[in-house]
Protein backbone atom coordinates (compact mmCIF):
# COMPACT_ATOMS: atom_id res chain seq x y z
CA UNK A 1 0.00 0.00 0.00
CA UNK A 2 1.26 2.98 -0.74
CA UNK A 3 1.39 5.96 1.92
CA UNK A 4 2.19 10.10 1.40
CA UNK A 5 3.41 11.59 4.61
CA UNK A 6 2.45 15.89 4.93
CA UNK A 7 4.06 17.42 7.93
CA UNK A 8 6.08 20.87 8.19
CA UNK A 9 8.09 19.22 10.84
CA UNK A 10 11.42 16.87 9.86
CA UNK A 11 10.93 14.75 12.77
CA UNK A 12 7.61 13.98 12.77
CA UNK A 13 7.86 13.00 9.45
CA UNK A 14 10.74 10.62 10.27
CA UNK A 15 8.91 9.33 12.99
CA UNK A 16 5.99 8.81 10.40
CA UNK A 17 8.44 7.03 8.11
CA UNK A 18 10.08 4.56 10.89
CA UNK A 19 6.76 3.44 12.06
CA UNK A 20 5.23 2.96 8.49
CA UNK A 21 8.02 1.79 6.38
CA UNK A 22 8.13 -1.88 7.54
CA UNK A 23 4.28 -2.68 6.19
CA UNK A 24 4.00 0.47 3.40
CA UNK A 25 5.47 2.16 0.96
CA UNK A 26 6.11 5.57 1.71
CA UNK A 27 5.38 6.94 -2.10
CA UNK A 28 6.66 10.91 -0.76
CA UNK A 29 7.06 13.47 2.25
CA UNK A 30 5.19 16.76 1.84
CA UNK A 31 6.39 19.82 3.87
CA UNK A 32 3.00 21.73 3.36
CA UNK A 33 -0.34 21.58 2.03
CA UNK A 34 0.71 22.37 -1.40
CA UNK A 35 3.38 20.11 -1.85
CA UNK A 36 0.84 17.09 -0.37
CA UNK A 37 -1.71 18.38 -3.04
CA UNK A 38 0.96 18.08 -6.03
CA UNK A 39 2.36 14.48 -4.54
CA UNK A 40 -1.00 13.35 -4.26
CA UNK A 41 -1.94 14.05 -7.66
CA UNK A 42 1.82 12.53 -9.10
CA UNK A 43 2.31 9.29 -6.94
CA UNK A 44 -1.80 8.70 -5.92
CA UNK A 45 -1.13 6.90 -2.89
CA UNK A 46 -4.01 4.69 -0.90
CA UNK A 47 -3.38 6.20 1.83
CA UNK A 48 -2.47 10.35 3.36
CA UNK A 49 -0.92 11.17 6.51
CA UNK A 50 -1.76 14.64 6.73
CA UNK A 51 -0.75 16.69 9.62
CA UNK A 52 -3.04 19.70 10.49
CA UNK A 53 -1.05 22.63 11.09
CA UNK A 54 1.11 23.38 7.68
CA UNK A 55 2.28 26.35 6.18
CA UNK A 56 1.12 27.98 2.77
CA UNK A 57 -2.20 25.00 2.79
CA UNK A 58 -3.08 23.43 6.04
CA UNK A 59 -3.89 20.02 5.76
CA UNK A 60 -7.66 21.03 6.33
CA UNK A 61 -7.25 22.77 3.06
CA UNK A 62 -5.25 20.50 1.23
CA UNK A 63 -7.59 17.45 2.31
CA UNK A 64 -10.40 19.50 0.84
CA UNK A 65 -9.19 19.71 -2.43
CA UNK A 66 -7.71 15.92 -2.29
CA UNK A 67 -10.96 14.95 -1.91
CA UNK A 68 -12.48 16.88 -4.11
CA UNK A 69 -10.49 15.76 -6.78
CA UNK A 70 -10.59 11.86 -5.57
CA UNK A 71 -13.70 11.21 -3.65
CA UNK A 72 -12.45 7.76 -2.99
CA UNK A 73 -8.87 9.27 -1.39
CA UNK A 74 -8.28 8.18 2.35
CA UNK A 75 -6.85 10.97 4.15
CA UNK A 76 -5.39 10.37 8.49
CA UNK A 77 -5.12 13.41 10.11
CA UNK A 78 -2.47 13.98 12.34
CA UNK A 79 -3.26 16.22 15.07
CA UNK A 80 -1.66 17.38 18.72
CA UNK A 81 -3.83 17.15 21.70
CA UNK A 82 -6.27 20.36 21.56
CA UNK A 83 -7.07 20.59 18.55
CA UNK A 84 -10.51 19.01 18.58
CA UNK A 85 -12.23 21.91 16.77
CA UNK A 86 -10.11 21.67 13.86
CA UNK A 87 -10.34 18.10 13.91
CA UNK A 88 -13.94 18.58 12.89
CA UNK A 89 -13.11 21.10 9.86
CA UNK A 90 -10.69 18.16 9.03
CA UNK A 91 -13.37 15.18 9.15
CA UNK A 92 -15.81 17.83 7.03
CA UNK A 93 -13.09 18.36 4.46
CA UNK A 94 -12.82 14.61 3.99
CA UNK A 95 -10.44 13.15 6.55
CA UNK A 96 -12.34 9.82 7.32
CA UNK A 97 -9.59 8.95 10.62
CA UNK A 98 -6.81 10.88 13.30
CA UNK A 99 -3.93 10.45 15.38
CA UNK A 100 -2.84 11.94 17.95
CA UNK A 101 0.55 13.07 18.61
CA UNK A 102 2.75 12.03 19.76
CA UNK A 103 2.08 9.09 17.74
CA UNK A 104 2.32 5.86 19.13
CA UNK A 105 3.22 2.86 16.67
CA UNK A 106 0.03 0.58 17.49
CA UNK A 107 -2.52 3.24 17.67
CA UNK A 108 -1.09 4.36 14.33
CA UNK A 109 -1.59 0.96 13.22
CA UNK A 110 -4.80 0.05 14.29
CA UNK A 111 -6.05 3.85 12.80
CA UNK A 112 -4.86 3.12 9.27
CA UNK A 113 -6.22 -0.64 9.67
CA UNK A 114 -9.88 1.10 10.40
CA UNK A 115 -9.85 3.71 7.37
CA UNK A 116 -8.00 1.37 4.90
CA UNK A 117 -9.41 -1.39 6.18
CA UNK A 118 -6.42 -3.82 6.13
Same mark, same amino acid.
Given at each position: ?? #????? =? ?24 ? #? ?12 ? !? ?14 ? =? ?8 ? &? !?????? !????? &?? &? ?11 ? &? ?7 ? =?????? !???
Amino acid at each position: MD #VLIAD =DSEFMRSLLREILEEEYNIVGEAENG #VEAIELYQEHSPDL !VMMDIVMPIRDGIEAT =DEITDSDPSA &K !VIMCTS !VGQEQ &KM &KSAIQAGAEGYIT &KPFQKPSVL =DEIENV !VGG
